[in-house]
T-cell receptor, first 116, second 116 residues
């Protein structure tokens, strides 16, 4: 079984400050991990993914995420938050051992509010 | 190239009526997913297609919900005898199926369903 948790319903950060949106996962094998963003009144967009290799993954809009196997985490980060980063962020996971079964499990989402 | 399209963008119906929601995935994407999202909340998985078959229908809320996919392309989600609790945004996504199975999903803009 695969699962993912986003422990914070909402994160507030001041513009210009670093931001972190937390995600932890549970899989049997190795994880494939994803972050998606949903801006207000818009569809979900892919931000970045971790498959293998370097634990620090860089994505769109200056976001990055750090894969930590020992802590089973994949937190989303950005060095300096912009007001335009305010959106709903979803973490997702797929177990490498699920073979041809392509279902991805999404977290419940974290609302990021960047305060001017 | 064209992204995932969904129609209609908005649907208002009366309680008890049947509705059909359509999804056109990106050409060549073998995997297709339906999700439901209520008022900026999390993603509720409904059903997943691999080609024309649905290995996982576990998320369909009741037997009033059904979905099909034909020609490995277009998918239709049908809700019979709609209820007010069916009101939500229905999202469709598609992805490639590669050997690694770690391809991201591309989401459509959604269909906002309102049941009066």
């Amino acid at each position: 079984a695969q699962s993912v948790a986003q422990p914070e319903d909402q994160v507030n950060v001041a513009e210009g400050n670093p931001l972190t949106v937390k995600c932890t996962y549970s899989v049997s094998g190795n994880p494939y991990l994803f972050w998606y963003v949903q801006y207000p009144n818009r569809g979900l967009q892919f931000l970045l993914k971790y498959i293998t290799g370097d634990n620090l993954v860089k994505g769109s809009y200056g976001f990055e995420a750090e894969f930590n196997k020992s802590q089973t985490s994949f937190h989303l980060k950005k060095p300096s938050a912009l007001v335009s980063d305010s959106a709903l962020y979803f973490c997702a996971v797929r177990d490498e051992r699920s073979g041809g079964y392509q279902k991805v499990t999404f977290g419940t989402g974290t609302k990021l509010q960047v305060i001017p | 190239g064209a992204g995932v399209s969904q129609s209609p963008s908005n649907k208002v119906t009366e309680k008890g009526k049947d509705v059909e929601l359509r999804c056109d995935p990106i050409s060549g994407h073998t995997a297709l997913y339906w999700y439901r999202q209520s008022l900026g909340q999390g993603l509720e998985f409904l059903i997943y297609f691999q080609g024309n078959s649905a290995p996982d229908k576990s998320g369909l809320p009741s037997d009033r919900f059904s979905a099909e996919r034909t020609g490995g392309s277009v998918s239709t989600l049908t809700i019979q005898r709609t209820q007010q609790e069916d009101s939500a945004v229905y999202l469709c996504a598609s992805s490639l199926i590669g050997a690694g199975g770690y391809n991201e999903q591309f989401f459509g803009p959604g269909t906002r369903l309102t049941v009066l």
